[in-house]
Structure formats: structure tokens, C-alpha cells
């Protein structure tokens, strides 16, 4: 697992509560880890902070899973 | 009760009556307070009233830019930001028939559209410390209405189901966000009037006074309070009993 990846889920196990073991890449933050739409923004916020980039909207839109995170925060980092 | 030692406050339009009346209860009641303000030597002769644990954010909230730097600044000169009065307000009076499209737009730019950003920037971080109190200075004419006040009605108005609509979002972030809606208050602009017209207005106030800026800041200061964190999306009418609503 890479160390994006790794930090991602870090993030959304603590932000969601949820277990580690289902926070896997296509995991739907809120069909399938019980997000609400302010959880989603949460996130993305969390993300910012974490890896110190700035998601535009249009690109917060398209981060529905954990793999859209992951993908999208690895291009950032890269 | 209602100790806010601690607490990091913020309130627009600290220079007007209402506004310093609110900002001195905030900081008696033991808040840090950031006072913002267009009027510079009133903003200073304020905080050195204050002494500590007060702050100066200047601040014209008709200007955009000035308006999305208020929050970032005061959250970084408080270290934080727990409580956000949205105080400031302007008129812009005419009848209706008169009303200018300027002196409709500038009051609700300062009154409500200031007010929206101002609540959008402080949410942000109250989210991230699941703790927030949002208040905005309404008035009995967002719901009554009054002559010669479609702009201000408008807006005042308008802050309420802002108010209620943020409420419904945050409200799982334990941030309360609720408007507190004065009747007629002590001001420059109440002590201008005659005899007859102060008589004609008390007639219609079943406390026989004018309210003062300390009846409007303790309400203030309720909502503000930790213990009124199961009160959100409500709008408490300080009037003196004028509307029972």
C-alpha cells in the first residue's frame, strides 16, 4: 500500500469511525461508510490539510470512493 | 451560568450601540473578543476600555475582500473562533416606491450578503472543533415589516432563513446558529425623537420603555453560551412584548 493511500485511510477511519477493514479503494464514502453530505466536505477538507493541497470544487465532485481520493491526492504529491 | 472564560469571540459592528453593548457583555461574561468596525479610533478607545483579551479587526463588510479576510484575521490574532456575532448593520430608508436599486443593494450587502460569508468562513473551522455559536442581529421588522424599510426588512428577513438553513447543516457539529431580533432600542436614532412620536411608540410596548443595548446583549450573550447548545434555527424577539411572536 502506498503512503498516500495509507494516510487516506487513516483520515477516513478516524473522520468516519469506521473499521479499517472497509475502508478499501472502492469503498463509496457515503453508501458504503454511512457519510453525510457534510462528512464528504469534512474529508475533503481533511485531505487539504493532510497532504497540504488545495482540492478545488469541481475535483471535490469527483472524489466519491477512497481509491478517487487516493488517485487524486497521488497525482498532487507526486 | 453562561461563563464564556475561554471562549474567542467575534463581533461585527462593535462601534455602533448594539454593537459595543454586545461586545462588552461577550467580554465580561469572560470571552476574548475581536471588535471589528470601519471607525478606527472608536474600535481603539473601545479596547482600551476592554484592557485584555481584546483585539481590533477593522473592517468595511461592503467591500468583498475586506469582508473574507475578517474571519482568518480574527482567528488567528483570538488563536481561534468559538462565537460569531453578526452585528453589523446599516439603513438605507425610503418608501418603497422611492427605494434606489444602491440603497437596496448596499444594505443587503452589508446586512445579509456580509453575514453569509462572514457564518460560511467561521463554519469551516467551528466544524473542524465540533463546537460553533452563530448569531446574527435581526430585527422585529424582518417580521413585521415596516414603512419606508423594504430594504432592511428584506435583509433582516432574510437572515433568519439563512440562519435556519445553516442550522439544519451544522447542527450534527454541535454549532448552534440562531438570530437575536431587537424591537426598539436606546440609539442615537430613537433619542432624535420628539416627545409625541417617543410617546407613539411606547404606546405599543407593554414594558413602557425603550429596550437597552444591554437587554439585547445578555440575549446575545445566552445563545453565545455553552448551555444553549440544544437552542438552534430560532429567532428570540427582544422587544419589550411590542410583538409576541
Given at each position: 500500500m502506498s503512503d498516500v493511500a495509507?494516510?487516506?485511510?487513516?483520515?477516513?477511519?478516524?473522520?468516519?469511525?469506521?473499521?479499517?477493514?472497509?475502508?478499501?479503494?472502492?469503498?463509496?464514502?457515503?453508501?458504503?461508510?454511512?457519510?453525510?453530505?457534510?462528512?464528504?466536505?469534512?474529508?475533503?477538507?481533511?485531505?487539504?490539510?493532510?497532504?497540504?493541497?488545495?482540492?478545488?470544487?469541481?475535483?471535490?465532485?469527483?472524489?466519491?470512493?477512497?481509491?478517487?481520493?487516493?488517485?487524486?491526492?497521488?497525482?498532487?504529491?507526486? | 451560568m453562561f461563563d464564556l472564560t475561554g471562549r474567542k469571540a467575534l463581533v461585527t459592528g462593535a462601534t455602533g450601540g448594539l454593537g459595543g453593548a454586545i461586545a462588552r457583555t461577550l467580554h465580561a461574561q469572560g470571552a476574548s473578543v475581536a471588535i471589528s468596525g470601519t471607525r478606527a479610533e472608536a474600535l481603539e478607545a473601545l479596547a482600551a476600555e476592554f484592557g485584555e483579551r481584546v483585539?481590533?479587526?477593522?473592517?468595511?463588510?461592503?467591500?468583498?475582500?475586506?469582508?473574507?479576510?475578517?474571519?482568518?484575521?480574527?482567528?488567528?490574532?483570538?488563536?481561534?473562533?468559538?462565537?460569531?456575532?453578526?452585528?453589523?448593520?446599516?439603513?438605507?430608508?425610503?418608501?418603497?416606491?422611492?427605494?434606489?436599486?444602491?440603497?437596496?443593494?448596499?444594505?443587503?450587502?452589508?446586512?445579509?450578503?456580509?453575514?453569509?460569508?462572514?457564518?460560511?468562513?467561521?463554519?469551516?473551522?467551528?466544524?473542524?472543533?465540533?463546537?460553533?455559536?452563530?448569531?446574527?442581529?435581526?430585527?422585529?421588522?424582518?417580521?413585521?415589516?415596516?414603512?419606508?424599510?423594504?430594504?432592511?426588512?428584506?435583509?433582516?428577513?432574510?437572515?433568519?432563513?439563512?440562519?435556519?438553513?445553516?442550522?439544519?447543516e451544522v447542527a450534527s457539529r454541535n454549532i448552534t446558529v440562531n438570530v437575536v431580533a431587537p424591537g426598539f432600542i436606546e440609539s442615537p436614532m430613537t433619542q432624535a425623537l420628539n416627545d409625541k412620536q417617543r410617546e407613539g411608540i411606547l404606546s405599543d410596548v407593554p414594558m413602557g420603555r425603550l429596550g437597552e443595548g444591554a437587554d439585547v446583549a445578555a440575549a446575545v450573550a445566552f445563545l453565545a453560551s455553552t448551555e444553549a447548545g440544544y437552542v438552534t434555527g430560532q429567532t428570540l424577539h427582544v422587544n419589550g412584548g411590542m410583538a409576541m411572536i
Open positions: 495509507e494516510r487516506v485511510k487513516k483520515i477516513v477511519v478516524e473522520h468516519l469511525g469506521v473499521e479499517a477493514d472497509k475502508v478499501v479503494d472502492g469503498a463509496n464514502f457515503i453508501e458504503d461508510l454511512g457519510a453525510d453530505s457534510l462528512d464528504t466536505v469534512e474529508l475533503v477538507m481533511a485531505f487539504e490539510e493532510e497532504f497540504g493541497v488545495e482540492i478545488p470544487d469541481d475535483a471535490a465532485e469527483t472524489i466519491v470512493t477512497v481509491g478517487d481520493a487516493v488517485k487524486f491526492l497521488s497525482s498532487k504529491s507526486a | 483585539v481590533i479587526a477593522p473592517c468595511n463588510l461592503s467591500d468583498k475582500d475586506s469582508v473574507e479576510a475578517l474571519v482568518p484575521t480574527a482567528e488567528e490574532k483570538l488563536g481561534g473562533l468559538d462565537i460569531l456575532v453578526n452585528n453589523a448593520g446599516i439603513t438605507r430608508d425610503n418608501l418603497f416606491i422611492r427605494l434606489k436599486d444602491e440603497d437596496w443593494d448596499s444594505v443587503l450587502a452589508v446586512n445579509l450578503t456580509a453575514a453569509f460569508r462572514l457564518s460560511r468562513a467561521a463554519v469551516k473551522s467551528m466544524m473542524r472543533r465540533r463546537y460553533g455559536r452563530i448569531v446574527a442581529i435581526g430585527s422585529v421588522v424582518g417580521t413585521m415589516g415596516n414603512p419606508g424599510q423594504g430594504n432592511y426588512a428584506a435583509a433582516k428577513a432574510g437572515l433568519i432563513g439563512m440562519s435556519k438553513a445553516l442550522a439544519a
